[in-house]
């Protein structure tokens, strides 16, 4: 079939709900209205409003109950309804849904995937357009995922649901609906932790993931650039080996990220390189991200965000270095 992000999301959820009667969704209006981006539309007449359920308007609320279903033996799947709300959840995230396990000296595992629409560039207000990744990528105990498109978030929900641990999903909210792709109808899954090697090449190597994807394989085109480029899907746990195969290979490293600069993805990315493939580089890694200030207003975020030009003057400075 050919589905965009939200598609490929909603029939996820379908086969997963009938797959294990175990798995509830619970959100803000993601029963009746389907959700603020209607990607959990329709389920709520197919499995009734006990597994699709309306909450109040309170995240810590949202969480603290998925974390209490999860260790009664459901396996929730919440829904917040952007990414800068889910730090009013973020004390039960950290202090249980990460610790249960280890806490518990794995007698009791937490199966839940918190659901989250990410990232900037449709001209919403702040608290719409936060990239949160870094933040729960700190903590052990989470799984972060972030898909770059249809075919690998629906594959990437289905592993998740299916695992035992909490799972933060990180939904790029520019790509719900920009482009469709062929989508198998069945069930299929994608690792959890395995990067994508989008494009092969020899001189250079571009790690991104998420909306960022799109940016960098644009400028790979016009520029025709001879590039490996990696897509992480997975950001904690990360995927070093493929990093490492591709820098030891091309020497050159540019890393890109919507994410604030400063203490992000990106600078973990570039010390586990300089830790353990230091001598394979040819120049220093060169960064791209978003200025590490608070989110602008729609009218200034075009400035702030990542976008083709900055990438590509990157990768000229990288190129000349």
């Known amino acids: 079939m050919m589905a965009n992000m939200v ?40 499995f009734g409003e006990r597994r699709v359920i309306d909450t109040p308007l309170a995240e810590s609320g949202i969480i603290g109950a998925s974390i209490g279903m999860a260790l009664s033996g459901m396996h929730p799947i919440p ?43 449709v001209r919403t207000l702040e608290h719409h357009s936060e990239s949160p990744e870094a933040y729960y990528s700190h903590i052990g105990g989470l799984i972060v995922v972030e898909p770059s498109n249809p075919y690998d978030a629906k594959g990437l929900l289905i592993k998740a649901s299916r695992m035992n641990d909490p799972v933060i999903f990180l939904e790029p909210t520019k790509l719900y609906r ?27 190597t571009i790690i991104t993931y ?50 604030s600069l400063s203490f992000g993805v990106g600078a973990e990315i570039a010390a586990r390189i300089a830790d353990k493939a230091i001598f394979d580089l040819k120049a220093p890694i060169v960064r791209v991200g978003s200025a590490s200030l608070p989110y602008p ?7 702030h965000i990542p976008n083709e030009a900055k990438i590509s003057k990157a990768i000229d400075r990288l190129m000349t270095s």
């Open 79 to 121: 829904e917040i309804q952007f990414a800068g709300f889910m730090f009013l959840g973020f004390g039960q995230l950290i202090n249980h849904a990460s610790r249960f396990r280890s806490r518990t000296r794995s007698t009791m595992s937490l199966p839940m995937v918190v659901r989250t629409p990410v990232s900037g560039g």
């Open 297 to 303: 207003f729609p009218g200034y975020e075009n400035y």
């Open 178 to 204: 920009l482009f469709k792709q062929e989508v198998p109808e069945e069930m299929y899954e994608i690792p959890i932790g395995k990067a994508n090697l989008i494009r092969e090449g020899e001189d250079l």
């Open 7 to 46: 598609t490929a999301i909603n029939n996820a959820l379908e086969q997963i709900m009938t797959e294990n009667e175990k798995i509830v969704l619970l959100g803000e209006d993601i029963g009746i209205d389907g959700g603020v981006f209607r990607v959990t539309e329709g389920l709520i007449n197919k």
């Open 210 to 259: 998420g909306t960022m994807l799109h940016e960098v394989t644009s400028v790979v085109k016009k520029k025709n650039l001879n590039a490996d480029v990696i897509d992480l899907r997975t950001i904690n746990p990360i995927d070093e080996a493929a990093i490492l195969k591709s820098v030891r290979k091309t020497g050159r490293v540019a890393i890109v990220h919507e994410a």
